[in-house]
């Protein structure tokens, strides 16, 4: 991602329009190359499920950014996209359930369907 900023002065008449960019604020997370006006990450990974979106705001100077330069800022707003990296987790890692000892199961063996279940049966005889 680049940002770029236009100066109207004459080009050609010392540093007048001559521009360097730089953060002011989101520089905990992004940089700005001074020259070309590139944004880059300024950390090794940022995570869209701690947070998704970022505003960083970009000021232009001109006269190189030398003393009595003019400049002009951006508000450049970044939206993280999704990777997948998150594995599907269940609430708890053991889940018990309990079943009445009168219950019947079905006979799942017959037709097309076969099925086998294991269940903990509490405070009865499992036939
Ligand atoms: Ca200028
Ligand atoms: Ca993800």
Redesign the pocket.
């Given at each position: 991602m680049k940002v770029m900023a236009s100066d109207a002065d004459d080009p050609t008449y010392g540093s007048s329009a001559r521009i360097v960019y730089s953060v002011l604020d989101g520089e905990k997370f992004f940089t700005v190359d001074r020259q070309t006006g590139v944004i880059r990450t300024a950390v090794a990974d940022l995570?869209?499920?701690t947070q998704d979106r970022y505003e960083l705001v970009v000021k232009a100077t001109d006269m190189a950014g030398q003393m009595g330069g003019l400049s002009g800022s951006t508000t450049v707003t970044i939206v993280i996209t999704?990777?997948?990296?998150?594995p599907p987790r269940f609430p708890q890692r053991r889940t018990e359930a309990q079943m009445n000892s009168g219950w019947k199961f079905i006979d799942t063996t017959r037709g097309e369907e076969r099925g086998r279940i294991a269940v903990r049966v509490h405070g009865g005889n499992c036939r």
């Amino acid at each position: 991602m680049k940002v770029m900023a236009s100066d109207a002065d004459d080009p050609t008449y010392g540093s007048s329009a001559r521009i360097v960019y730089s953060v002011l604020d989101g520089e905990k997370f992004f940089t700005v190359d001074r020259q070309t006006g590139v944004i880059r990450t300024a950390v090794a990974d940022l995570d869209r499920e701690t947070q998704d979106r970022y505003e960083l705001v970009v000021k232009a100077t001109d006269m190189a950014g030398q003393m009595g330069g003019l400049s002009g800022s951006t508000t450049v707003t970044i939206v993280i996209t999704d990777v997948n990296d998150n594995p599907p987790r269940f609430p708890q890692r053991r889940t018990e359930a309990q079943m009445n000892s009168g219950w019947k199961f079905i006979d799942t063996t017959r037709g097309e369907e076969r099925g086998r279940i294991a269940v903990r049966v509490h405070g009865g005889n499992c036939r």
